[in-house]
Every structure is written in structure tokens, then in C-alpha cells.
């Protein structure tokens, strides 16, 4: 599995953070997984987001930031021994955020970033599955609303390029699926606790705003 997150900044982070000043972020991440079971079936999904993210510092240390983007989880199962069965989902959301990001200094260069991140999200899915009774397909709405708390670390390079990493979610989710043409609505709560490498994020951030001494 893969994620890769590309966020660009503008703010100043760079221990010259104060109140007033404002962050800017765009995200992508793309993650891939396949697994394979003798004699039994294939499984392949991909899951890729993009959004936007508004942070303002509080104080030095502290940021209140919004955002909104998109996501989309695709996932196929197919039968090995048959190839006739198969199984694809797909679920798009549209995301709303709201994070809050306390940092600490551990030295000039490295702060520690603790994350508060509540997700939104609204959309649709598709199930299509194919037999040998024929083809079913099956749409419904999808309300997705996560609290999940991150923690990483930011290195700055210099004064405006920084890398950042953190790795794990944990928090609780609220899933709920409103079927349409007679299919049967479902709801789901869950505590999240992830450590696969799916949940490692990398990052590598540009600051722009005030002009620093040093430029």
C-alpha cells in the first residue's frame, strides 16, 4: 500500500508563528492494495482524495482550520475457480473539515504535530454484482462522519520548505447508507484504531506570506 500527501502552505511556521497568521494546504493521496487467496478470490481497491484546508493560528502553536474535497473507494472481488462471479463497489463523497493542530518544538527544525480532524462526508455509492442469475446493481446515499485524532512530526528544510509525517488514526465513525429502489437502509458505528500502512501520510509543505529576514 501507498499513500502519498502533497501539501502546500502558506503561513509561517518556522517558529515566527503568532496569532493572526494564516495557513493554506492542498492534499492528494492515492492508496492501493491487492490481495490474492488460493482457489478462493481476488480482491483489488483503491482509495484517492484531494482537498483543500484553511488553517489561522490562534497563537504561535495553535491552528483552528476548514476544509472541503472529494474522496473516492473503489474496491473488485472476483472468483478465482470461476471468473463469472464478481463483485465492484465504488463509494465518491464530497468532505467537510475541521481540524485542530497543536504543535510542539522538540528542536529549531522539528515540532511535534498533534491533529484533531472531523470529517463530514456526503455521496453515493454503486454495488454491481454479477453471477450466472445475471447482473444486479444496487445505489444508494452515504453519510460518513469521522472523529479521529493524528499525531507526526513537521522538519523544516529551511525557512519555507518543510517535510511532514505521521502515521496511525484512531477515533470513532459513523457510516450510514440510505438504499434506494427498495433496498434496505444500513447503519454502522465503529472505533477506529488504524496501524496498517495504509495510515502513513508524507508530506511536503511551502510557506508563503510575511517576507522572513532571511529572503
Same mark, same amino acid.
Given at each position: 500500500?501507498?499513500?502519498?500527501?502533497?501539501?502546500?502552505?502558506?503561513?509561517?511556521?518556522?517558529?515566527?508563528?503568532?496569532?493572526?497568521?494564516?495557513?493554506?494546504?492542498?492534499?492528494?493521496?492515492?492508496?492501493?492494495?491487492?490481495?490474492?487467496?488460493?482457489?478462493?478470490?481476488?480482491?483489488?481497491?483503491?482509495?484517492?482524495?484531494?482537498?483543500?484546508?484553511?488553517?489561522?493560528?490562534?497563537?504561535?502553536?495553535?491552528?483552528?482550520?476548514?476544509?472541503?474535497?472529494?474522496?473516492?473507494?473503489?474496491?473488485?472481488?472476483?472468483?478465482?475457480?470461476?471468473?463469472?462471479?464478481?463483485? =465492484?463497489? &465504488?463509494?465518491?463523497?464530497?468532505?467537510?473539515?475541521?481540524? +485542530?493542530? #497543536?504543535?510542539? %518544538?522538540?528542536?529549531?527544525?522539528? @515540532?511535534?504535530?498533534?491533529?484533531?480532524?472531523?470529517?463530514?462526508?456526503?455521496?453515493?455509492?454503486?454495488?454491481?454484482?454479477?453471477?450466472?442469475?445475471?447482473?444486479?446493481?444496487?445505489?444508494?446515499?452515504?453519510?460518513?462522519?469521522?472523529?479521529?485524532?493524528?499525531?507526526?512530526?513537521?522538519?523544516?528544510?529551511?525557512?519555507?520548505?518543510?517535510?511532514?509525517?505521521?502515521?496511525?488514526?484512531?477515533?470513532?465513525?459513523?457510516?450510514?447508507?440510505?438504499?434506494?429502489?427498495?433496498?434496505?437502509?444500513?447503519? =454502522?458505528? &465503529?472505533?477506529?484504531?488504524?496501524?496498517?500502512?495504509?495510515? +502513513?501520510? #508524507?508530506?511536503? %509543505?511551502?510557506?508563503?506570506?510575511? @517576507?522572513?529576514?532571511?529572503?
Amino acid at each position: 500500500m501507498l499513500l502519498l500527501l502533497i501539501t502546500v502552505c502558506s503561513g509561517i511556521i518556522y517558529g515566527q508563528t503568532k496569532k493572526g497568521d494564516v495557513m493554506l494546504s492542498s492534499n492528494f493521496g492515492i492508496s492501493n492494495s491487492s490481495i490474492s487467496e488460493a482457489n478462493s478470490q481476488n480482491e483489488k481497491s483503491n482509495y484517492s482524495f484531494i482537498d483543500q484546508r484553511f488553517g489561522f493560528f490562534t497563537n504561535e502553536n495553535f491552528i483552528i482550520g476548514i476544509g472541503f474535497g472529494r474522496s473516492r473507494y473503489e474496491e473488485r472481488t472476483t472468483n478465482v475457480s470461476d471468473q463469472i462471479n464478481s463483485q =465492484n463497489f &465504488e463509494e465518491r463523497l464530497q468532505n467537510y473539515y475541521f481540524t +485542530l493542530n #497543536l504543535l510542539s %518544538s522538540i528542536t529549531d527544525k522539528l @515540532k511535534m504535530n498533534y491533529q484533531m480532524d472531523v470529517r463530514i462526508g456526503r455521496g453515493e455509492l454503486e454495488l454491481n454484482q454479477n453471477s450466472i442469475f445475471g447482473q444486479r446493481t444496487d445505489k444508494g446515499n452515504v453519510i460518513n462522519n469521522e472523529l479521529l485524532f493524528r499525531f507526526g512530526l513537521m522538519f523544516f528544510l529551511s525557512k519555507r520548505w518543510l517535510l511532514t509525517i505521521d502515521y496511525g488514526a484512531f477515533g470513532f465513525g459513523i457510516n450510514k447508507i440510505e438504499g434506494r429502489n427498495g433496498s434496505p437502509d444500513l447503519n =454502522n458505528e &465503529e472505533f477506529i484504531a488504524s496501524l496498517n500502512p495504509n495510515s +502513513l501520510r #508524507l508530506g511536503l %509543505s511551502f510557506l508563503l506570506g510575511k @517576507k522572513l529576514k532571511s529572503d
